[in-house]
């Protein structure tokens, strides 16, 4: 994954614009992954072929873990 603390305004005209948060968690998301026996699971597709998976795993009626997985080109 391409970090995002430097770059050319150039190339990114609203990189700019973005706060110091969303930079750090783009650059480290958290609960990014696949669970491996998951209780729960959903994929979204887009139109122009980008997805996101996520999963859950649920104990006692409670959600004790959930992962994304995102797959685009942006």
Do not use: W, Y
């Not at 305004?9 to 026996?37: V, W, Y």
């Amino acid at each position: 994954m391409e970090k995002m603390d430097k770059h050319n305004d150039g190339d990114h005209p609203h990189l700019h614009q973005l706060s110091k948060r969303f930079i750090a968690h783009a650059n480290s998301p958290e609960n990014f992954g696949r669970l491996e026996a998951p209780h729960g699971r959903a994929k979204g597709v887009g139109t122009c072929g980008d997805s996101i998976e996520l999963f859950l795993a649920v104990h006692e009626n409670r959600i004790k873990e959930i992962k994304h997985f995102p797959d685009g080109c942006a």
